[in-house]
T-cell receptor
Framework: SQQGEEDPQALSIQEGENATMNCSYKTSINNLQWYRQNSGRGLVHLILIRSNEREKHSGRLRVTLDTSKKSSSLLITASRAADTASYFCATAPETSGSRLTFGEGTQLTVNP | DTGVSQDPRHKITKRGQNVTFRCDPISEHNRLYWYRQTLGQGPEFLTYFQNEAQLEKSRLLSDRFSAERPKGSFSTLEIQRTEQGDSAMYLC????????????????FGPGTRLTVL
């Protein structure tokens, strides 16, 4: 079963605009990761944020984590048509083990 | 390209047939994972290996599913007596177990095998 929910399910914006996607989860985590998936292809790791971190940046990506609300957000600034993809958050458990539990994803469309 | 590879990329089979998929991880990675993804959903964990040991299995992995990693390198996932509900993308990922200079086992995914059961 899926760990959490992502919001919105679909997002359509114009090139140059910012895109924000949200993720909620249910159990205690060790870290939370964001992945991108182009249509019908494998997942690409974007960024990892640890449970004791609140914000992290990587290039045009900004991730926040609020463990009290069990939620995270991914911001993509100055979006490009090439950013069109599905974006998934995935949580790693606090206890030992390596399974990632994914959300249902946000389909982002960036129009040129 | 030294990323994770999977074979075949696509498989069409008839209900009741057996299928086997192969995954070759990044060479220095000791952990290997299998996930299943259905259309419009996120991947769901099936099982993972550390070296040749299968350390965790999901309840999704019914008796018809078996995974092996005999020499701690490549892995195979076999589905026996396939059912239409098995139609999905099967994703493999690999990682280095945490320790030393590796704080987290960031998982790197292959392109997936798309299974269609008719």
């Amino acid at each position: 079963s899926q760990q959490g929910e992502e919001d919105p399910q679909a997002l359509s914006i114009q090139e140059g605009e910012n895109a924000t996607m949200n993720c909620s989860y249910k159990t205690s985590i060790n870290n939370l990761q964001w992945y991108r998936q182009n249509s019908g292809r494998g997942l690409v790791h974007l960024i990892l944020i640890r449970s004791n971190e609140r914000e992290k940046h990587s290039g045009r990506l900004r991730v926040t984590l609020d463990t009290s609300k069990k939620s995270s957000s991914l911001l993509i600034t100055a979006s490009r048509a090439a950013d069109t993809a599905s974006y998934f958050c995935a949580t790693a458990p606090e206890t030992s083990g390596s399974r990632l539990t994914f959300g249902e994803g946000t389909q982002l469309t960036v129009n040129p | 390209d030294t990323g994770v590879s999977q074979d075949p990329r696509h498989k069409i089979t008839k209900r009741g047939q057996n299928v086997t998929f192969r995954c070759d991880p990044i060479s220095e990675h000791n952990r290997l994972y299998w996930y299943r993804q259905t259309l419009g959903q996120g991947p769901e964990f099936l099982t993972y290996f550390q070296n040749e040991a299968q350390l965790e299995k999901s309840r999704l992995l019914s008796d018809r599913f078996s995974a092996e990693r005999p020499k701690g390198s490549f892995s195979t996932l076999e589905i026996q007596r396939t059912e239409q509900g098995d139609s999905a993308m099967y994703l493999c990922a690999s990682s280095l177990s945490p320790g030393g200079n590796v704080p987290y086992d960031t998982q790197y995914f292959g392109p997936g095998t798309r299974l269609t059961v008719l």
